[in-house]
Nanobody, 121 residues
Framework: QVQLVESGGGLVQPGGSLRLSCAAS????????MGWYRQAPGKQRELVAR???????LYAESVKGRFTISRDNAKNTTYLQMNSLKPEDTAVFYC???????????????WGQGTQVTVSS
């Protein structure tokens, strides 16, 4: 079994900052990409950012220059630093990880439980 546990969501005023964390634990041989999606009410889930073990990063255009993704491979953890938050960033944020369970297996996607981020004055 693999678990992804997220933390760091909450309520923040426009222009404020939050830092999300997501730690993977359980039966893990290695992790490929990790990242974050978000889903706002009435909208489809969208990719926010992803990062490979080697540090290659992809951001959604809407968050470039404001959000920074990072990871600690030794801790199987990824972080999302969110600055200059806007009301339109309000959403449930989900982390994901491409988990390889054994040396001979492929990988599958595991998801966190989601954490609410609300940007409002």
């Amino acid at each position: 079994q693999v678990q992804l546990v997220e933390s760091g969501g909450g309520l923040v005023q426009p222009g404020g900052s939050l830092r999300l964390s997501c730690a993977a634990s359980g039966s893990i041989f290695s992790i490929n990409a990790m990242g974050w999606y978000r889903q706002a009410p009435g909208k489809q889930r969208e990719l926010v950012a992803r990062i490979t073990p080697g540090g290659q990063i992809l951001y959604a255009e809407s968050v470039k220059g404001r959000f920074t993704i990072s990871r600690d491979n030794a801790k199987n953890t990824t972080y999302l630093q969110m600055n200059s938050l806007k009301p339109e960033d309000t959403a449930v944020f989900y982390c994901y990880a491409e988990i390889v369970r054994t040396y001979s297996s492929g990988w599958d996607v595991n998801w966190g439980q989601g954490t609410q981020v609300t940007v409002s004055s």
